[in-house]
């Protein structure tokens, strides 16, 4: 999103073998400027007030698409058997409400020091440290050893700073099980999003560090969308997303001009419509209220 979840997701890539880890494409400067923020993750009123918001929206969104798709339902822990990768986790955020929904969850997340601050906030709630596990790597370096693991995945805020997309959608393949789902929300790369997610979020509101995105990665649906299409994925549905930072709080919209959510699926799954092709109906009341106002900025966003 246009403020910044600095959640890093970097990969190694060799012409040769392009999942091998002989190579690295990590940006130190990168690392080492979040690293600095490392230990603020859990600040709700911090860097991270905006991600925390978003959570209002991602989380029934991830979990009431995953329902619709499933006949089984357990009260009270209604994720409890599927498996969730959480790339570039930061310092749990996303993580812990999908555990707390029963899921069992795998962080990963190439910055050390966001893992121990991962880990240290799960242990405070002796459920989560069963759900939860967190690993300090990047997706390509697990790979071989987490084939066909996962029933999801989940990527939020990530694609925007990985070093190569492509490799990034073949490693989320790879680790996915056949018909499994693939969640991820990012920013597009349009005029609108460079004046509000740069210009405005970190020049002159200040409510992510300046420098923290690069205009030039932000991704435009329509090439994540070709992207995953020809990495065998089916697109299932695409959610534009708009926060307000004068609320605080995050709403669904028709327009996908600055950030969005797309749902897909692994192929494998049956041809059938699915109840994503919509908004879950926790949010269909907020999508209409937004509805008349897609393609501009309502009053008060900035």
């Known amino acids: 999103y246009w403020f910044n979840d600095v959640q890093l997701s970097l990969f190694r890539f060799t012409v040769k073998r392009p999942f091998s880890t002989s190579h690295s494409s990590v940006d130190s400067k990168e690392i080492k400027k979040f690293q600095l923020l490392a230990h603020k993750w859990w600040d709700e009123e911090g860097e991270y007030a905006a991600l925390h918001s978003m959570n209002d929206i991602r989380v029934p969104f991830i979990r009431d698409t995953l329902l619709s ?16 990768l959480d790339v570039g986790c930061g310092g749990g955020l996303l993580s812990e409400p999908l555990g707390r929904l ?3 969850v795998t962080g990963i997340d190439p910055v050390e020091d966001n893992i121990r601050t991962a880990d240290q906030h799960k242990s405070f ?5 069963k759900r939860i596990q967190y690993k300090s790597s990047s997706l390509e370096e697990i790979v071989e050893e987490s084939m066909e693991t996962f029933d999801v ?4 805020e990530v694609v925007e700073h990985v070093a190569d997309l492509e490799t990034f ?5 790879q680790v996915l099980k056949p018909e499994g789902s693939l969640f991820i929300t990012t920013i597009n790369k349009t005029q609108l999003s460079y004046v509000l997610g740069i210009v405005v979020a970190e020049k002159i509101m200040g409510i992510v560090p300046d420098g923290t995105h690069e205009w030039e990665k932000f991704v435009p649906p329509e090439e994540l969308e070709r992207l995953l299409e020809s990495n065998g994925f089916s697109v299932k549905s695409v959610n534009g997303m708009l926060y307000n930072p004068l609320s605080g709080s995050w709403s669904w919209m028709e327009s996908t001009s600055l950030n969005y959510a797309v749902h897909a699926v692994k192929s494998g799954a049956p041809a059938q419509s699915h109840a994503t092709d919509t908004l879950p109906e926790t949010d269909v009341q907020q999508r209409s209220a937004t509805a008349g ?3 501009t900025v309502p009053d008060g966003t900035v």
Do not use: E, R
């Open 153 to 156: 995945i989940v990527a939020s």
């Open 102 to 104: 029963g899921a069992s």
């Open 125 to 129: 709630d002796p459920v989560l440290a």
């Open 169 to 173: 959608i073949k490693c989320c393949s």
């Open 293 to 295: 106002t897609a393609g």
């Open 69 to 84: 798709m499933s006949s089984n339902y357990h009260l009270g822990n209604p994720l409890s058997g599927i498996k969730i």
